[in-house]
T-cell receptor
């Protein structure tokens, strides 16, 4: 079991550009959540996908959008990048309600210059 | 709105000490609480998961307790080692995971 895999591991983008991050969940998990972790802070919830639909959303602007595919993998898209979007983006997979907790990937380090 | 705090923010101890990390949360309506370890620039590694009906969980030198009514959890690390140096995060699972800011632990040889 490969666990949760994210790609790419590092990314540098210019302010105003768009970026797509990818996540493959742990085998058997159908729920994917995305988190943003700024330096020195705890992760902040962006949104959660289940059955290819966004089920919950945190306090993030519409520039942040996502998608879940039939194989449960997911993408996070961020449009019109700002310098403040620079962070570690973490993907977590779980079963609905996370009865056995969540498993996290290694993250994608996004730097906006 | 769920809020999670962790005390202390940072901790530096000599090798071999037993230590306690604290986590507090404001809304007791949770499914479970999970403790994670994060090494610099890396993702999160799950350490312990406590269901809302449980009082504690143990794994090796780690023991985590949960008092849902008072909104508190503690992570106890016995006989600390330099390899334990990392940031420790607690997360409460209600509608989604809400994380604390973490405790940055440094264990000195």
């Amino acid at each position: 079991d490969a666990g949760v895999t994210q790609s790419p591991t590092h990314l540098i983008k210019t302010r105003g550009q768009q970026v797509t991050l990818r996540c493959s969940p742990k085998s058997g998990h159908d729920t994917v959540s995305w988190y943003q972790q700024a330096l020195g802070q705890g992760p902040q919830f962006i949104f959660q996908y289940y059955e290819e639909e966004e089920r919950q959303r945190g306090n993030f602007p519409d520039r942040f959008s996502g998608h879940q595919f039939p194989n449960y993998s997911s993408e996070l898209n961020v449009n019109a990048l700002l310098l403040g979007d620079s962070a570690l983006y973490l993907c977590a997979s779980s079963l609905p309600g996370a009865p056995r907790g969540a498993f996290f990937g290694q993250g994608t380090r996004l730097t906006v210059v | 709105k769920q809020e999670v705090t962790q005390i202390p923010a940072a901790l530096s101890v000599p090798e071999g000490e037993n230590l306690v990390l604290n986590c507090s949360f404001t809304d007791s309506a949770i499914y479970n609480l999970q403790w994670f370890r994060q090494d610099p620039g890396k993702g999160l590694t799950s350490l312990l998961l406590i269901q809302s009906s449980q009082r504690e969980q143990t794994s090796g030198r780690l023991n985590a307790s949960l008092d849902k009514s008072s909104g508190r959890s503690t992570l106890y690390i016995a006989a600390s080692q330099p390899g334990d140096s990392a940031t420790y995060l607690c997360a409460v699972n209600g509608q989604n995971f809400v994380f604390g800011p973490g405790t940055r632990l440094s264990v000195l040889p």
